[in-house]
């Protein structure tokens, strides 16, 4: 049979199988990409007590970075220089280490304490407690910044134990509510408003600088309580310097009673002064604190300036999360201070110090045959001079105009 009329089969098509569609990188995803460069860089893997993994599966990683990133609105880039900024913080100053310190008593003892409550359902809130009328000195207590910073990142760290991070199973839900978080009281009672003091404003510059890099989104609430209503206004000139999600954190409250009504789910729990029926809050959880002469001879070491510590460019976002963390002053324009001579001029005009010896030898009598009484009446005519060398009229400097503020807490006599 002839097969030269017969047509050739025409080959068959092969499908090609279609490449699965892979799902969009999210942000979470590129922030546990770069976890392992940020953490080489910062030289240090602890955060809150957890230890950081780049395995994708850590949920107490993933809740962590979640964190970071929401406090920066999302942004990556952000949240990255954020988290690197916090963990060099951690590198430096071991907070973990400081909730093991001894802090003097005398400048801290009844100032800070961590309680825990349940609600009906089993659900543990934690309370970070400040309550600044125990305040007995505010040079003493906010005097040096470091020690200050140091027994307040201790009692940060003990209200982070209470959340128990490293039990976390699984992240937080996308744009849903993050439960691994606490609430803050400050107690103003017996404080007064109407007064500046150096000290204070400091030590509450240098606390929220810090804490809002090295402690995002652990705030649920903050809850100003005994605040005198006079004091409305502060609060009221905040809504012109804050974002509206800050704002809903804030709660200012006149009477320390009214806390219960706030936090129904759980004010059976709270202490009587704060309107429920449990426990003085001075039976919670506190920093080891002891005596002043035993503080003296604990040899603490030697910390680097808390001024020294690198913190990322703000973004809008870490803003917010700074009014959350600790409460500041609101500076009001005020009409600029004048324009003080530059540096150079002053030192014309201040008189060279004189060393002792030369003043010795001037004081001498220029001729043998002067009285003793002589001689003492023209070394009563020189200028004195204080230890320094500087002549002793020069101490007195002006001082500085102060800008109108809000007032600051300050211990009422």
Known sequence: MSTENVPAAAPEKVEQAEAPVSAPETPLAKFTARLADIIKESAHSEMWGVELSTDASHAPTQVILQKFLRANNGDLAGAEKQLAAALAWREKWQPTKLVSEAFNKDKFGGLGFVTNHKDEAGNNTVITWNIYGSVKDNKATFGDVTEFIKWRAALMELGVQQLHLNDITEPLPEDGTDKHQMLQVHDYRSVSFFRMDPAVKAASKETISVFSTAYPELLAHKYFVNVPAIMGWMFGAMKLFLAPATLKKFHPMTSGTTLSTELKSIAPS????????????????????????????????????????????????????????????????????????????????????????????????????????????????????????????????????????????????
């Not at 201070?337 to 001037?362: C, D, G, I, L, N």
């Not at 004195?384 to 006599?413: I, L, M, R, W, Y």
């Open 270 to 413: 709270l202490p009587q002064e704060y309107g429920g029926s449990g426990s003085p809050v001075q039976e919670g959880l506190t920093v080891t604190l002891v005596d002043s002469t035993e503080a003296a001879k604990v040899e603490a070491p030697v910390e680097p300036k808390s001024e020294a510590v690198a913190a990322p460019v703000e973004t809008p976002a870490q803003a917010n999360e700074t009014a959350v963390t600790e409460p500041q002053t609101v500076d009001l324009p005020v009409r600029p201070k004048e324009e003080e001579a530059p540096v150079e001029a002053k030192k014309e005009e201040a008189p060279a110090p004189v060393e002792p010896e030369t003043k010795a030898e001037e004081a001498k009598a220029p001729a043998e045959e002067d009285t003793k009484q002589e001689t003492e009446e023209k070394k009563t005519e020189e200028i004195p001079v204080a230890a320094d060398g500087a002549p002793k009229e020069a101490e007195a400097a002006p001082k500085e105009t102060e800008t109108t503020e809000t007032a600051q807490p300050e211990k009422s006599a």
